[in-house]
């Protein structure tokens, strides 16, 4: 997988947001968007599951020369915030979803962060993997998590090469919550 191309377009609010704070990757997979943002100078922290995902990021910030944190965390372990409180700048999310980190997602992120986040919805589905609903978007969920806050920029439909359904959302915690 390449850098997102979401982050890509979002890359200057990105980093203004990184004054804040650091960034977490979260399910950051082989961390190919943390790594970008550390090439650009932003302090990153890339958190997976999986040892050889963590393991693949590691070398990929190796050969680029930039150093990112790595956290191996499970971020689905039931009755248990993951997340430190008021930590981060901004939160990427890229093709992950685990609904009861939408509450955890929001008090991570310091007032005035950004969330950057993107992954399938239901329509995914009949064009192929993933299928678990439990992994799929409904229509408006995303941004029905975070309504109250601003939406900078946000989208569900068909993507294409490869064609997939997705919802993106790009948003930002009020200053004053």
């Not at 997602?105 to 192929?128: D, H």
Request: glycine share 8%.
């Amino acid at each position: 997988m390449g850098v997102a191309e979401l982050l890509v377009a979002y890359l200057e609010l990105v980093v203004e947001a990184a004054s804040l704070g650091p960034v977490l990757d979260l399910a950051c997979g082989d961390g190919h968007n943390g790594v970008f943002l550390a090439e650009r100078g932003v302090e990153v922290s890339c958190c997976d599951v999986s040892p050889e995902a963590l393991e693949r990021a590691r070398e990929l910030a190796g050969r680029r020369g930039v150093t990112v944190s790595l956290w191996e965390v499970d971020l689905e372990r039931p009755g248990i915030n993951p997340l430190r409180e008021d930590v981060y700048g901004a939160i990427l999310v890229f093709r992950y979803l685990h609904r009861p980190l939408f509450p955890c997602i929001r008090k991570a992120l310091r007032p005035g962060g950004l969330l950057v986040y993107e992954t399938f919805t239901v329509e995914q589905a009949r064009l192929g993997r993933p299928r678990n609903p439990d992994h799929l978007l409904h229509s408006g969920e995303l941004q029905q998590a975070f309504a109250d806050w601003e939406i900078v920029n946000s989208f569900e439909g068909l993507k294409e090469t490869p064609l997939r359904a997705v919802a993106h959302l790009v948003s930002r915690k009020p200053a004053s919550v």
